[in-house]
C-alpha cells in the first residue's frame, strides 16, 4: 500500500521554525516529483514547494527565502524547512507525490494539486502572533 505519512508540526511562535517531515512507503520515490501543499480554514489549497528528482526546486512566493525543501532518497523521506514564520503561514500541511515527468522541463504545472496523485492526511502548523 502507498501511503505519504508527515510529521513535526506543531504550535510555535512567529520568527520561529519548525521541519516537517514525510515519509513514504510502498515504493520508492526517489523518481517521483515531490510535492508540499497547505490549506488554512476557508481557503483554497496552496502549493508551497516541490522537489524534482532531477535536483530542481520550486517555492510558492509567500514563501520563498523562507522555506527549503529537501529529499533523503535512501529514507525515501522528503522534508520542509520552514524559517522566519509568520502567522498567515498558519494551515494544514500536506505532502505529495507526483509523476517523474511532473516539473522536469518546466515549472508549469507543479503547482498543480491536481497533477499529484498520493497524499498524505496532513500536519497542523500554527503560528501564534
Known amino acids: 500500500q502507498v501511503q505519504l505519512v508527515e510529521s513535526g508540526g506543531g504550535l510555535v511562535q512567529a520568527g520561529g521554525s519548525l521541519r516537517l517531515s514525510c515519509a513514504a512507503s510502498?515504493?520508492?520515490?526517489?523518481?517521483?516529483?515531490m510535492g508540499w501543499f497547505r490549506q488554512a480554514p476557508r481557503k483554497e489549497r496552496e502549493f508551497v514547494a516541490a522537489?524534482?528528482?532531477?535536483?530542481?526546486?520550486y517555492y510558492g512566493d509567500s514563501v520563498k527565502g523562507r522555506f527549503t525543501i529537501s529529499r533523503d532518497n535512501a529514507k525515501n523521506t522528503v522534508y520542509l524547512e520552514m524559517s522566519g514564520l509568520r502567522p498567515e503561514d498558519t494551515a494544514v500541511y500536506y505532502c505529495?507525490?507526483?509523476?517523474?515527468?511532473?516539473?522536469?522541463?518546466?515549472?508549469?504545472?507543479?503547482?498543480?494539486?491536481?497533477?499529484?496523485?498520493?497524499w498524505g492526511q496532513g500536519t497542523q502548523v500554527t503560528v501564534s502572533s
Open positions: 505529495a507525490a507526483g509523476p517523474s515527468s511532473l516539473g522536469v522541463s518546466s515549472g508549469q504545472y507543479v503547482r498543480d494539486a491536481s497533477r499529484y496523485g498520493t
Open positions: 510502498g515504493r520508492t520515490f526517489s523518481r517521483d516529483t
Open positions: 522537489s524534482i528528482w532531477i535536483g530542481v526546486t
